[in-house]
């Protein structure tokens, strides 16, 4: 799960991290008064989980709270890579003698938490890593030990030759790295970090993924999700318990397993078609799943067929057909839809559909060529009605 | 032969009276499993279908010769259910458990190579030595035994690709599903190793996804290390950047993880990548040198979970 700027660094203060003042807006009123009570120059940012918000024009500047009220109706209403902004955050403006990078993230071949740091800080730290990767010193962490002072030392200096610049940035190292472990990031980031004339070391943006399994032990966190932030059929699907992401392409692909339904995707755009979306309905085979999954499709009006590929294992493929049955005695859809059900009851799954006419297909291949066939079929049709 | 379970393994079942446990217990034991015991903290003393349960693994451990553990108890006493398999001496854990949480793993991880145990998983169907021994809770009427050993990432579409497979009339000797998680104990380059140390493993069906390098590394062991053939699927071309696709593990980021740098590395390590999990038995009569319509293609019949 993603968090926003504003709710990252009020974590960070809670572990002691020095972030700039500020609060969160969601009117141009709000952001002048906000903007009134720092009494100093301010920066608007733009609350949206894409990166990128910069460039967008979703971060601006303003001297005064007039100007805070006027740049808070600016980026208010945006849109920035397909997310509207509903809140802004008005912040301390700070002018950075220097801006370095700090980010912790699970190194997956390691197995243990990598501390990275840069002195190039501020930009896409990807685009470093690419570029100059000498910029960037890692260090690994011993998940069971934790972090020993040390390590966030010999970073701290490879980023700050003044030990007085040094000395802090060690310390929010070290309070990062506990951000991290308290709560199950699996990425903890400041960019940039920055030192202002005044020699304060201070994070200038902040920015959290959790750990989606270990919600359950993080309420605080869970608590922080911001449904305006997701797409609505996505949050319908989380809360359902299915896999759900929008693709924008015309076939709709039922599946269960993630791997699967990737390899039907893939399939898909193999013979032509383009897939509209991911859903994997999980191992469970509840037939109410199945109901959601087809009208969370189905409110994806690009969709000109749906390819439902169930191969049951510890999924019933009769539960599946039920499903199916129930939703579309319920929706009585316009859009055509194919099934393939193979494995555990697949005899049973094909008596109840047999009564309803609902077409079928044997293979994986099959039932993917015959989902692009029917969605072609839909848009011809379509063009002859225009 | 087979990888890492035999008609010998002798299985424990922790979680055994859950609703997954109970069900899968029965499941590898109709398969033929030689499943010894379950465990359930306050359940001691009782049967399931036959099957004694212990409090303890201790106690289960001292009564039979424990080699395996299937794990199928919840996210948040699963890692607790694994270190108490390795204080029980038991060598090979299989961790079905999916939703465990990664800084959790990492510690597990730690442990569990400090002792010198395999942990096959999490968030994994399982592994099966056709006709002998299945541990998890991969559909034993999937398999067959046979001379090609079987690696994924994935579960279902490892049953699709295992399936195709069966169906061509090719059989195998272990099939592996290690998990789509960030932190898991057995990657690709453990299996392969196996499988290329397996005399009776001909040829190898690697299948992968998105995210992470384990397919990259896979490949420069295959480069470096094995004389058998391998072939492989990938899913997850079709994935944007920055999108989880179901599995924890499976996410695109930046440029790293993507399904075109994993083919173009399998590729280089000589590795032919098929288009289609269908396609996976043609490329293994490829590799060896058959013909794909002189192998006799078993009848496609209807198959229960089993």
């Given at each position: 799960?993603?968090?926003?700027?504003?709710?990252?660094?009020?974590?960070?203060?809670?572990?002691?991290?020095?972030?700039?003042?500020?609060?969160?807006?969601?009117?141009?009123?709000?952001?002048?008064?906000?903007?009134?009570?720092?009494?100093?120059?301010?920066?608007?940012?733009?609350?949206?989980?894409?990166?990128?918000?910069?460039?967008?024009?979703?971060?601006?500047?303003?001297?005064?709270?007039?100007?805070?009220?006027?740049?808070?109706?600016?980026?208010?209403?945006?849109?920035?890579?397909?997310?509207?902004?509903?809140?802004?955050?008005?912040?301390?403006?700070?002018?950075?003698?220097?801006?370095?990078?700090?980010?912790?993230?699970?190194?997956?071949?390691?197995?243990?938490?990598?501390?990275?740091?840069?002195?190039?800080?501020?930009?896409?730290?990807?685009?470093?890593?690419?570029?100059?990767?000498?910029?960037?010193?890692?260090?690994?962490?011993?998940?069971?030990?934790?972090?020993?002072?040390?390590?966030?030392?010999?970073?701290?200096?490879?980023?700050?030759?003044?030990?007085?610049?040094?000395?802090?940035?060690?310390?929010?190292?070290?309070?990062?790295?506990?951000?991290?472990?308290?709560?199950?990031?699996?990425?903890?980031?400041?960019?940039?970090?920055?030192?202002?004339?005044?020699?304060?070391?201070?994070?200038?943006?902040?920015?959290?993924?959790?750990?989606?399994?270990?919600?359950?032990?993080?309420?605080?966190?869970?608590?922080?999700?911001?449904?305006?932030?997701?797409?609505?059929?996505?949050?319908?699907?989380?809360?359902?318990?299915?896999?759900?992401?929008?693709?924008?392409?015309?076939?709709?692909?039922?599946?269960?397993?993630?791997?699967?339904?990737?390899?039907?995707?893939?399939?898909?755009?193999?013979?032509?078609?383009?897939?509209?979306?991911?859903?994997?309905?999980?191992?469970?085979?509840?037939?109410?799943?199945?109901?959601?999954?087809?009208?969370?499709?189905?409110?994806?009006p690009k969709v000109r067929a749906i390819l439902i590929n169930i191969l049951g294992g510890i999924t019933r493929c009769d539960d599946v057909a039920t499903g199916i049955v129930e939703a579309f005695r319920q929706f009585q859809p316009a859009v055509p839809v194919v099934i393939r059900l193979a494995g555990t009851n697949e005899a049973a799954a094909a008596d109840i559909l047999r009564h309803t006419g609902l077409p079928t297909a044997p293979s994986l291949d099959e039932v993917v060529k015959k989902a692009i066939e029917m969605s072609r079929a839909q848009d011809s049709a379509q063009?002859?009605?225009? | 032969?087979?990888?890492?379970?035999?008609?010998?393994?002798?299985?424990?079942?922790?979680?055994?009276?859950?609703?997954?446990?109970?069900?899968?217990?029965?499941?590898?034991?109709?398969?033929?499993?030689?499943?010894?015991?379950?465990?359930?903290?306050?359940?001691?003393?009782?049967?399931?279908?036959?099957?004694?349960?212990?409090?303890?693994?201790?106690?289960?451990?001292?009564?039979?010769?424990?080699?395996?553990?299937?794990?199928?108890?919840?996210?948040?006493?699963?890692?607790?259910?694994?270190?108490?398999?390795?204080?029980?001496?038991?060598?090979?854990?299989?961790?079905?458990?999916?939703?465990?949480?990664?800084?959790?793993?990492?510690?597990?991880?730690?442990?569990?190579?400090?002792?010198?145990?395999?942990?096959?998983?999490?968030?994994?169907?399982?592994?099966?030595?056709?006709?002998?021994?299945?541990?998890?809770?991969?559909?034993?009427?999937?398999?067959?035994?046979?001379?090609?050993?079987?690696?994924?990432?994935?579960?279902?579409?490892?049953?699709?690709?295992?399936?195709?497979?069966?169906?061509?009339?090719?059989?195998?000797?272990?099939?592996?599903?290690?998990?789509?998680?960030?932190?898991?104990?057995?990657?690709?380059?453990?299996?392969?190793?196996?499988?290329?140390?397996?005399?009776?493993?001909?040829?190898?069906?690697?299948?992968?996804?998105?995210?992470?390098?384990?397919?990259?590394?896979?490949?420069?062991?295959?480069?470096?290390?094995?004389?058998?053939?391998?072939?492989?699927?990938?899913?997850?071309?079709?994935?944007?950047?920055?999108?989880?696709?179901?599995?924890?593990?499976?996410?695109?980021?930046?440029?790293?993880?993507?399904?075109?740098?994993?083919?173009?590395?399998?590729?280089?390590?000589?590795?032919?990548?098929?288009?289609?999990?269908?396609?996976?038995?043609?490329?293994?009569?490829?590799?060896?040198?058959?013909?794909?319509?002189?192998?006799?293609?078993?009848?496609?019949?209807?198959?229960?979970?089993?």
């Amino acid at each position: 799960m993603v968090i926003h700027e504003h709710n990252a660094k009020q974590i960070f203060a809670g572990h002691g991290i020095p972030v700039t003042e500020g609060d969160i807006a969601a009117t141009p009123g709000e952001a002048e008064v906000i903007a009134r009570r720092i009494g100093k120059p301010v920066v608007v940012k733009a609350q949206v989980h894409v990166g990128g918000r910069g460039k967008a024009g979703g971060i601006l500047f303003a001297d005064d709270p007039e100007t805070a009220r006027a740049q808070a109706e600016k980026i208010l209403g945006m849109t920035i890579k397909g997310l509207p902004v509903h809140e802004v955050l008005v912040t301390t403006a700070e002018k950075p003698l220097a801006e370095s990078y700090v980010g912790i993230v699970l190194d997956r071949n390691a197995k243990k938490p990598v501390i990275m740091v840069s002195s190039a800080g501020g930009v896409d730290i990807e685009d470093v890593a690419a570029r100059t990767p000498e910029k960037i010193r890692r260090q690994h962490i011993d998940p069971v030990e934790g972090i020993h002072p040390y390590q966030a030392r010999r970073l701290a200096y490879y980023l700050y030759d003044d030990p007085v610049l040094a000395k802090q940035a060690a310390d929010i190292i070290l309070k990062l790295y506990g951000v991290f472990e308290d709560c199950d990031a699996s990425l903890a980031e400041i960019n940039p970090l920055i030192a202002n004339p005044e020699g304060r070391i201070i994070a200038l943006d902040a920015k959290m993924n959790i750990d989606d399994n270990a919600l359950y032990r993080q309420p605080a966190i869970a608590s922080m999700r911001d449904p305006k932030a997701e797409d609505p059929a996505e949050a319908e699907a989380r809360e359902a318990g299915l896999s759900y992401i929008k693709l924008g392409g015309t076939i709709g692909c039922i599946v269960n397993g993630a791997g699967l339904a990737m390899a039907t995707m893939d399939l898909v755009k193999r013979y032509g078609g383009e897939p509209a979306n991911f859903l994997d309905i999980g191992g469970s085979s509840n037939p109410q799943k199945v109901v959601t999954a087809i009208k969370i499709i189905l409110s994806d009006p690009k969709v000109r067929a749906i390819l439902i590929n169930i191969l049951g294992g510890i999924t019933r493929c009769d539960d599946v057909a039920t499903g199916i049955v129930e939703a579309f005695r319920q929706f009585q859809p316009a859009v055509p839809v194919v099934i393939r059900l193979a494995g555990t009851n697949e005899a049973a799954a094909a008596d109840i559909l047999r009564h309803t006419g609902l077409p079928t297909a044997p293979s994986l291949d099959e039932v993917v060529k015959k989902a692009i066939e029917m969605s072609r079929a839909q848009d011809s049709a379509q063009e002859r009605r225009k | 032969m087979s990888i890492f379970v035999d008609r010998e393994t002798c299985v424990l079942v922790q979680g055994i009276t859950g609703r997954d446990g109970s069900f899968h217990a029965r499941q590898m034991k109709n398969y033929g499993t030689k499943v010894a015991a379950g465990v359930t903290p306050g359940k001691g003393g009782t049967l399931v279908d036959g099957i004694p349960v212990f409090n303890t693994v201790e106690e289960a451990a001292a009564r039979f010769s424990i080699d395996a553990t299937a794990i199928y108890v919840p996210p948040a006493l699963a890692a607790d259910a694994m270190y108490e398999a390795v204080d029980a001496g038991i060598k090979l854990i299989v961790c079905i458990t999916e939703g465990i949480p990664a800084n959790e793993m990492m510690r597990v991880y730690a442990r569990v190579r400090a002792a010198g145990v395999r942990l096959i998983g999490p968030n994994c169907p399982g592994l099966i030595t056709p006709g002998e021994c299945k541990v998890g809770i991969m559909p034993g009427s999937l398999v067959t035994p046979g001379n090609v050993g079987v690696v994924s990432r994935s579960g279902t579409l490892t049953y699709e690709a295992i399936w195709a497979l069966t169906q061509a009339g090719m059989g195998q000797t272990t099939c592996v599903g290690i998990g789509g998680d960030p932190i898991i104990g057995t990657d690709f380059v453990a299996c392969l190793e196996a499988f290329e140390n397996d005399p009776a493993t001909d040829a190898v069906v690697l299948i992968g996804e998105i995210g992470g390098s384990d397919e990259e590394t896979a490949a420069r062991f295959i480069e470096q290390h094995m004389s058998k053939p391998v072939v492989a699927f990938i899913a997850g071309q079709t994935a944007p950047p920055g999108k989880r696709m179901g599995h924890a593990g499976a996410i695109v980021m930046g440029s790293s993880g993507s399904a075109a740098d994993k083919i173009a590395a399998l590729n280089r390590a000589g590795v032919p990548v098929a288009g289609s999990p269908t396609e996976l038995p043609e490329f293994v009569a490829r590799v060896l040198n058959q013909d794909l319509d002189a192998v006799p293609r078993s009848e496609r019949k209807a198959y229960q979970y089993a």
